[in-house]
C-alpha cells in the first residue's frame, strides 16, 4: 500500500521537478530515520518503532540520550546485523539492476507483485475494516511519525488544561497522620536479581544488608519497564486497567498538602519536561530541587547521586515542620552503567560475571558495571538512611523498574515493553524505621514485618503510603495497601500482555 501511495505521488507531481526533488528528498531522509529506527528497535526488543518508543524519545534530555546510544551502539552484534542488512540491500540493489536490463521480465515482475500486493491490501481492508483509516495512515514511514507526535501532542493539551485547573486541595476522609518524617527513594533500573539482599552471588549490598530496622519485600514488581509510565501509576489512583488518563486521577502530593505535609521533590534525574508526570508532581510539592540544574556543565561528576546529600542535608536543617515527605529520584542504576559509580569504588570485573550462557568478554564487562553500579546504590541509600538514624522517620526505597542486564540472552539489554523480561520488573521495595519510630508506632512496624512476602504491583503504591502515614481519602481502598490486614493477595499482575507470578515469571495472558 505504501510503494502504491509513493508511485501515485511520483507520476503526479513528476512534472513540477523542484517540488517533486523536495518532495522525494523529504520523504527519503524521513524513511531512512524511521528505517533506522526500525532495525535498532527490531534488533533490541523484537518489535518495530512505536509510540512508547516516541514518548521516551520526548521526555528525555540530550545526557541521558547520548548515554543511552553510547550503550546500545557499543554492542558488536548489533553493527554485524547492521551489516548483514547493508549486504542483503546491496544484493537486492543488484538484482534489481539485472531486472532493469531485462525491461519485458521486470514489467512482468512488477504486474504480478503488484497484483499480488492488491490482493493482500484488500484483505487486510477486509479484516481492518472498522480502523481502516488508521490502517492507510499508518503505512509509510511520514505519516507514522506525523501519529506519534499528534497522539502526544493531544494528550499534551489535555494535560495542560489539567495543570492549569488542578485542585490541590482533596478532600481528606481521614487523618491521623502523625509522622514527622515519611521519605521515599524512587530508584532507576535496579533489578532485585542483583542485590545480594535477595540472595544474589556478589556482595553488592553490603551496608544495607548489616542495617536493623529494615524491612525486604521479596514478591514485588512493577507495572512497566519506563520510567514515566510507572510514575504515572506510582503516584496517583491510577492503576492497571484504569479507563481515564493518568493525570485525570488524585496524586499523593495533592493528599500531602491537604493532610497537612510539607513536602519536596529532590532529583537528579532530568527536570519536568513535556508530558513528564515530574512536572505536576515537583509542582505540587512546596519544594523542589533538581540537581541538573545545579551543574556547571553538562556531563559534570558523571551524576553521581551523592550529589543530592547535601542538598538532603539542607532542606532537613532549614525545615520548620511538624509533617514532612521527601521524595528523592535517583539516577540509580540507568545505563550507561560505568557513569553511575565512582571509578576507584569499582569491585566487581569481568571475572567474576555469569549470566545467560555465551557472553563475550564485553558483555561480561557492561554486567560488571551494572553490578559495581548496584553497588554504589547500596552505598548511596544507606547514606540517606543515616541522615535519619537519629530522627522519628520511616524510610522507602522502590525501584522504578528493573533491568536485564544479559540475563535473559545474549542480546537483551535494557529493558522494554516489546521484549518482555521478568528481570525488567523483578523490583526492590524495602522500608526502613528508625529506633525512635519502632518506639513510638510498635504496631505498624508489625503490620509491615508480616507482609514482606506478600505479593505486590507497585502502581497500588499510593495505598500503602496512605495507609503507613494514617490517611484516607474516597479513592483509598485497604485493599490494595500491602501492609493491610484486607491486602487482596489473588489480584493478577499484569506487565505488556503477560501475566507475572515470583514461581512462574511471565506467561502470556490466555
Known amino acids: 500500500m505504501a510503494s502504491l501511495q509513493a508511485f501515485v505521488i511520483y507520476l503526479f507531481l513528476k512534472k513540477f521537478t523542484f517540488i517533486h526533488d523536495t518532495l522525494k528528498y523529504i520523504f527519503l531522509c524521513v524513511s531512512f530515520c524511521v528505517f533506522a529506527m526500525d532495525l535498532f528497535a527490531v534488533y533490541h526488543?523484537?518489535?518495530?518503532?512505536?509510540?512508547?518508543?516516541?514518548?521516551?524519545?520526548?521526555?528525555?534530555?540530550?545526557?541521558?540520550?547520548?548515554?543511552?546510544?553510547?550503550?546500545?551502539?557499543?554492542?558488536?552484534?548489533?553493527?554485524?546485523?547492521?551489516?548483514?542488512?547493508?549486504?542483503?540491500?546491496?544484493?537486492?540493489?543488484?538484482?534489481?539492476?539485472?531486472?532493469?536490463?531485462?525491461?519485458?521480465?521486470?514489467?512482468?515482475?512488477?504486474?504480478?507483485?503488484?497484483?499480488?500486493s492488491a490482493v493482500t491490501t484488500l484483505r487486510d481492508a477486509i479484516i481492518h475494516f472498522e480502523s481502516f483509516p488508521d490502517f492507510i495512515i499508518n503505512t509509510n514511514a511520514l505519516s507514522r511519525i506525523y501519529q506519534m507526535y499528534m497522539k502526544n501532542y493531544r494528550a499534551e493539551k489535555d494535560y495542560q488544561k489539567i495543570l492549569a485547573g488542578a485542585c490541590l486541595e482533596v478532600p481528606i476522609t481521614k487523618n491521623n497522620s502523625s509522622i514527622p518524617y515519611v521519605v521515599f527513594i524512587l530508584g532507576e533500573s535496579t533489578d532485585r536479581n542483583r542485590i545480594s539482599l535477595y540472595g544474589y552471588s556478589l556482595l553488592t549490598s553490603p551496608k544495607l544488608s548489616q542495617r536493623e530496622g529494615l524491612y525486604v519485600f521479596s514478591d514485588v514488581v512493577s507495572p512497566h519497564s519506563h520510567t514515566n509510565a510507572v510514575l504515572q501509576k506510582l503516584f496517583t489512583f491510577c492503576r492497571y486497567g484504569s479507563k481515564s488518563k493518568w493525570y485525570m486521577?488524585?496524586?499523593?502530593?495533592?493528599?500531602?498538602?491537604?493532610?497537612?505535609?510539607?513536602?519536596?521533590?529532590?532529583?537528579?534525574?532530568?527536570?519536568?519536561?513535556?508530558?513528564?508526570?515530574?512536572?505536576?508532581?515537583?509542582?505540587?510539592?512546596?519544594?523542589?530541587?533538581?540537581?541538573?540544574?545545579?551543574?556547571?556543565?553538562?556531563?559534570?561528576?558523571?551524576?553521581?547521586?551523592?550529589?543530592?546529600?547535601?542538598?538532603?542535608?539542607?532542606?532537613?536543617?532549614?525545615?520548620?515542620?511538624?509533617?514532612?515527605?521527601?521524595?528523592?529520584?535517583?539516577?540509580?542504576?540507568?545505563?550507561?552503567?560505568?557513569?553511575?559509580f565512582p571509578p576507584e569504588l569499582a569491585k566487581f570485573t569481568a571475572k567474576d560475571e555469569g549470566g545467560f550462557s555465551g557472553l563475550t568478554e564485553s558483555q561480561k564487562e557492561e554486567r560488571a558495571h551494572y553490578d559495581n553500579a548496584v553497588l554504589y546504590n547500596d552505598f548511596v541509600v544507606d547514606e540517606i538512611i543515616r541522615r535519619f538514624e537519629d530522627k522519628n522517620a520511616i524510610l522507602i526505597y522502590v525501584s522504578d523498574h528493573g533491568e536485564d542486564v544479559y540475563d535473559s540472552s545474549t542480546i537483551l539489554l535494557g529493558h522494554n515493553e516489546g521484549t518482555p523480561s521478568r528481570f525488567m520488573i523483578e523490583i526492590p521495595m524495602i522500608i526502613w524505621v528508625s529506633d525512635i519510630f519502632s518506639k513510638t508506632y510498635p504496631e505498624l512496624e508489625a503490620r509491615i514485618a508480616q507482609s514482606v512476602n506478600r505479593p505486590y504491583m507497585t502502581d497500588d503504591m499510593i495505598h500503602t503510603i496512605l495507609d503507613i502515614m494514617s490517611i484516607e481519602t474516597q479513592d483509598f481502598d485497604p485493599a490494595k495497601s500491602i501492609i493491610n490486614p484486607s491486602f487482596d493477595i489473588t489480584r493478577p499482575r499484569i506487565y505488556s500482555n503477560h501475566v507475572y507470578t515470583k514461581e512462574d515469571g511471565l506467561a502470556p495472558l490466555p
Open 45 to 116: 526488543y523484537d518489535l518495530t518503532f512505536n509510540n512508547i518508543m516516541f514518548e521516551i524519545i520526548m521526555m528525555t534530555n540530550l545526557r541521558e540520550g547520548g548515554e543511552f546510544l553510547q550503550t546500545y551502539l557499543a554492542d558488536g552484534k548489533f553493527w554485524m546485523f547492521i551489516a548483514g542488512i547493508l549486504c542483503a540491500l546491496a544484493v537486492l540493489r543488484g538484482i534489481y539492476g539485472l531486472f532493469m536490463k531485462m525491461q519485458r521480465v521486470a514489467v512482468i515482475l512488477f504486474l504480478v507483485v503488484f497484483a499480488a
Open 249 to 340: 486521577y488524585t496524586s499523593l502530593f495533592s493528599i500531602l498538602k491537604s493532610a497537612g505535609y510539607f513536602t519536596v521533590w529532590m532529583s537528579n534525574q532530568e527536570g519536568p519536561a513535556a508530558g513528564n508526570c515530574v512536572r505536576l508532581y515537583a509542582g505540587q510539592c512546596g519544594q523542589s530541587i533538581f540537581t541538573e540544574n545545579l551543574r556547571d556543565t553538562w556531563d559534570n561528576a558523571f551524576c553521581y547521586d551523592e550529589q543530592l546529600l547535601p542538598k538532603l542535608e539542607e532542606v532537613i536543617s532549614s525545615e520548620h515542620h511538624a509533617k514532612n515527605f521527601y521524595v528523592l529520584h535517583l539516577i540509580g542504576t540507568h545505563g550507561n552503567y560505568r557513569k553511575r
